[in-house]
């Protein structure tokens, strides 16, 4: 909303701003949005790693998880 008016004030002429200011609504909450992403990708790659480090496996395909099996059970035996 803030945008459109920045923008039908630049139009207008009743404003003297640069173009990069009055789409900065814009780019703002895309920023904003973009850092939100990384710090929970971030938070999940973390949660994850220590995951592994303990040994629990979340949800993965069934051919995923018979691989794994395969490969404890070869470990075990000494392969």
């Given at each position: 909303m803030?945008?459109?008016?920045f ?7 009743k ?6 200011w ?5 780019w ?5 949005v ?9 938070i999940?790659t973390k ?8 040994g ?14 395969k490969e404890m ?7």
């Amino acid at each position: 909303m803030l945008t459109i008016v920045f923008v039908m004030l630049k139009l207008c002429d009743k404003i003297t701003w640069s173009w990069w200011w009055v789409l900065s609504p814009l780019w703002i909450a895309a920023a904003i949005v973009l850092i939100i992403i990384v710090i929970f990708a971030a938070i999940e790659t973390k949660i994850e790693m220590e995951e592994e480090k303990r040994g629990i496996f979340r949800s993965k395909p069934a051919g995923e998880w018979e691989r794994r099996l395969k490969e404890m059970k070869e470990k075990q035996e000494g392969k």
